[in-house]
T-cell receptor, first 114, second 113 residues
Framework: AQSVTQLGSHVSVSEGALVLLRCNYS??????LFWYVQYPNQGLQLLLK??????LVKGINGFEAEFKKSETSFHLTKPSAHMSDAAEYFC????????????FGAGTRLAVHP | EAGVAQSPRYKIIEKRQSVAFWCNPI?????LYWYQQILGQGPKLLIQ????????DSQLPKDRFSAERLKGVDSTLKIQPAKLEDSAVYLC???????????FGPGTRLLVL
């Protein structure tokens, strides 16, 4: 079975500050890992994904995440927050083989204040 | 490239009524997914199609929910009869082979009164 835990349902940062959104996963098979962003009244947009290879993954809008197998983590970071980053962020895991049902975490709402 | 299309965007119904949602995936995407996103939670897969065959419907409440994928392209998700707890956003997504990135539509927001 697979599961995802996102620590902190709400995170607030100042504009220009580091963004760190935490994600821990559980998987009995090698996982694929994803971060999606959801703006109000919109669908989910893929920020980045890890499948195989390099454990540091760079995505859109300056975000990156590092797959740490020993810690079963896939935390999302951005060096400098922008007001436009305010949104809800979801971490998800799927199997690396077979049909890839995405298992999502509960989400973290990021607020960016001036 | 056009994205995943969904309609309607919003729907308000009374409990025990029926409702249907429509999804048109990205052209050429063989895999189609329906997710339910309850307020404050992450999306949960309801059903996954590969072409027009169902590969996972383990979390679909089959006593009231049904879905079909016509000719392996468009899909319809139906709820009959609706319950208050069905109030949620219903997201459709599609992908090329199942292991590829899933692309999401804007969702249909359902409110059951």
């Amino acid at each position: 079975a697979q599961s995802v835990t996102q620590l902190g349902s709400h995170v607030s940062v100042s504009e220009g500050a580091l963004v760190l959104l935490r994600c821990n996963y559980s998987s009995s098979v090698p996982p694929y890992l994803f971060w999606y962003v959801q703006y109000p009244n919109q669908g989910l947009q893929l920020l980045l994904k890890y499948t195989t290879g390099a454990t540091l993954v760079k995505g859109i809008n300056g975000f990156e995440a590092e797959f740490k197998k020993s810690e079963t983590s896939f935390h999302l970071t951005k060096p400098s927050a922008h007001m436009s980053d305010a949104a809800e962020y979801f971490c998800a895991v799927s199997r690396s083989s077979g049909y890839n049902k995405l298992i999502f975490g509960a989400g973290t709402r990021l607020a960016v204040h001036p | 490239e056009a994205g995943v299309a969904q309609s309607p965007r919003y729907k308000i119904i009374e409990k025990r009524q029926s409702v249907a949602f429509w999804c048109n995936p990205i052209s050429g995407h063989a895999t189609l997914y329906w997710y339910q996103q309850i307020l404050g939670q992450g999306p949960k897969l309801l059903i996954q199609f590969q072409n027009n065959g169902v590969v996972d419907d383990s979390q679909l409440p089959k006593d009231r929910f049904s879905a079909e994928r016509l000719k392996g392209v468009d899909s319809t998700l139906k709820i009959q009869p609706a319950k208050l707890e069905d109030s949620a956003v219903y997201l459709c997504a599609s992908s090329l082979p199942p292991q590829e990135t899933q692309y999401f539509g804007p969702g249909t927001r359902l409110l059951v009164l």
